[in-house]
């Protein structure tokens, strides 16, 4: 209740921002999108962690708040990038499962695209296999509206979750991340590599693309390029960086 109450505190007091972790093109290593992190500097505690402090949001309503918040700020930055004169790639947001109970989700998405100005396929969602279970059907319905809003939907933290192919059967998605789990070691652990591997194959026999998720090593990146995953997102490509350091990835692109 302590922590919930200092978030409620958080979100009118604007401690939480969002930082950018770059995805590139596992080839090219072009930079394709990226996913907006939020972040929390409280005045005493410091950094809090979103690991402690989403799920005491997602305890109650607070979630909600800061879902849409999180949504505002993604589309605020891409059109401030826009401003700039930059080009940006598209951004994904992290949605929870109770944010997927909303029946106004798409109408939340609606709304921020239409008051920022800019068009649905610079935003994505990523949910997770953990979120969709509690109600299924709406949670598809909203992301089949998000969908044809433009969005692009990533099934985030791959393999990690319960019955994953339920998802891709109903699910408009169009990417799975394979979570760091089976990332990290992936070079040295065959096991690993023959999962990683089927992974691939699924999701590309369903035409969707594969992010890998906490790359760390060059050695890692190797592995995963011959195992034909299509991104790479990681500590070793770019770590989560603040909107201006963004901006500079997206100034610099040739
Ligand atoms: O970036 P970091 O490792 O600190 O994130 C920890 C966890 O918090 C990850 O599982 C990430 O998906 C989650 N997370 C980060 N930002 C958000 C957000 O804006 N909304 C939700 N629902 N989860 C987030
Ligand atoms: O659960 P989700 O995939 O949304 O969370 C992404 C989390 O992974 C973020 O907290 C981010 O800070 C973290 N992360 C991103 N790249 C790396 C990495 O290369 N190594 C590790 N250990 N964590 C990473
Ligand atoms: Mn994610
Ligand atoms: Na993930």
């Known amino acids: ?17 969002l930082v950018f972790q770059p995805i590139f ?13 939020l972040r929390w500097r409280h005045p005493e505690l410091g950094e809090v962690s979103p690991a402690r402090f989403i799920p005491v949001a997602e305890r109650s309503d ?8 999180v949504l505002s700020r993604a589309a605020a930055q891409i059109a401030d990038w826009r401003r700039q004169g930059l080009e940006p790639v598209p951004v994904a947001v992290n949605v929870s499962g109770s944010e997927l109970k909303q029946c106004d989700f798409a109408d939340q998405i609606g709304g921020v695209l239409k008051e920022y100005a800019i068009p649905g396929h610079l935003l994505r969602v990523e949910v997770t296999e953990h979120g969709l279970i509690s109600d299924f059907a709406r949670a598809t319905a909203n992301l089949r509206a998000a969908g044809e809003l433009g969005l692009g939907i990533a099934l985030d933290d791959f393999g990690t979750g ?45 035409r969707l693309k594969v992010i890998a998720e906490g790359v760390e090593t060059e050695s890692e990146l190797a592995t995963l390029r011959r195992l034909r995953c299509d991104y790479v997102q990681g500590f070793l490509t770019g770590r989560p960086m603040p909107a201006a350091g963004f901006a ?7």
């Open 1 to 17: 209740i302590a922590l919930q109450r200092r978030l409620q505190d958080a979100l009118l007091q604007d401690q939480l921002s």
């Open 248 to 254: 500079a990835l997206l100034g610099a692109r040739g």
């Open 25 to 37: 093109d596992i080839h090219s290593l072009h930079l394709h999108s990226a996913e907006a992190l």
């Open 62 to 69: 607070l979630i909600l708040e800061l879902g849409r918040h």
């Open 162 to 206: 319960y019955s994953s192919f339920r998802y891709l059967r109903h699910l408009p998605i169009r990417a799975l991340k394979i979570d760091r789990e089976f990332v990290a070691g992936v070079d040295v652990d065959a096991r690993d590599q023959r999962i990683v591997r089927a992974m691939v194959a699924l999701a590309h026999s369903l």
